[in-house]
Nanobody, 118 residues
Framework: QVQLVESGGGLVQAGESLTLSCAPSGRTFRLYDMGWFRQPPGKEREFVASIYWSSGTTSYADSVKGRFTISRDYARSTVYLVMNSLKPEDTAIYYC???????????WGQGTQVTVSS
């Protein structure tokens, strides 16, 4: 099974930006729908954003709409999440996953920690 590796997290101040990356270790996944999810401290994992390979259509959680942008580099089989105007409530471990009919398909990876200080 392909494994996904998330990177790019860190500690930033409110209002700053970060770009997360998600790449496979193993075979490529150019033809799959992809999503970003996050798990805030003490809370359940939640949907953040998705992108569909056939149409390029993107979708966002209301809490990040207008601030976050999901994109993909087909040649590199990499999915990105550009996060602008970060808020303390964006603090979470961020994960990516392949989507099948809108639901995460693969086992979750390690994720990447994003911490936003006020």
């Amino acid at each position: 099974q392909v494994q996904l590796v998330e990177s790019g997290g860190g500690l930033v101040q409110a209002g700053e930006s970060l770009t997360l990356s998600c790449a496979p270790s193993g075979r490529t996944f150019r033809l799959y729908d992809m999503g970003w999810f996050r798990q805030p401290p003490g809370k359940e994992r939640e949907f953040v954003a998705s992108i569909y390979w056939s149409s390029g259509t993107t979708s966002y959680a209301d809490s990040v709409k207008g601030r976050f942008t999901i994109s993909r580099d087909y040649a590199r089989s990499t999915v990105y999440l550009v996060m602008n105007s970060l808020k303390p409530e964006d603090t979470a471990i961020y994960y990516c996953n392949v989507l099948q009919r809108g639901a995460p398909l693969l086992d979750w990876g390690q994720g990447t920690q994003v911490t936003v200080s006020s």
